[in-house]
């Protein structure tokens, strides 16, 4: 049973940053694709950043042209976890945000991956 499990998510300033991590767990392999997903009131969930979990090299990890230059997707340090590091935060970052995973990067690509996290919410307010 796959599990994917955030935290990190909160309340913060306009400008500032936040972190969050998913852990995943139940992957009978090391290769997956993983990422973040967002959805904001009112709106369709929308990809944020997401890549294979074995390919970690630059220009292979996706960023949706909202957040490319102040999102940085990574590893962390800790095995099967994956830190989306948010920086210089606006109003319009406020959403809840989803881990998710799948064995298939079409699949996640597309937007339709076969787990996904419980959400954390991320809210930027002045």
């Known amino acids: 049973q796959v599990q994917l499990v955030e935290s990190g998510g909160g309340l913060v300033a306009p400008g500032t940053s936040l972190t969050l991590s998913c852990t995943a767990s139940?992957?009978?392999?090391?290769?997956?694709?993983i990422g973040w997903f967002r959805q904001a009131p009112g709106k369709e969930r929308e990809a944020v950043s997401y890549?294979?979990?074995?390919?970690?090299?630059?220009?292979?990890?996706w960023y949706a042209s909202s957040v490319k230059g102040r999102f940085t997707l990574s590893r962390g340090n800790a095995k099967n976890t994956v830190n989306l590091q948010m920086n210089n935060l606006q109003f319009e970052d406020t959403a809840v945000y989803y881990c998710?995973?799948?064995?298939?990067?079409?699949?996640?690509?597309?937007?339709?991956?076969?787990?996904w996290g419980q959400g954390t919410q991320v809210n930027v307010s002045s």
């Open positions: 998710a995973a799948d064995s298939s990067f079409a699949r996640l690509h597309a937007g339709r991956p076969d787990y």
């Open positions: 890549f294979r979990r074995t390919d970690q090299e630059d220009g292979r990890i």
């Open positions: 139940g992957f009978t392999s090391d290769y997956y694709a």
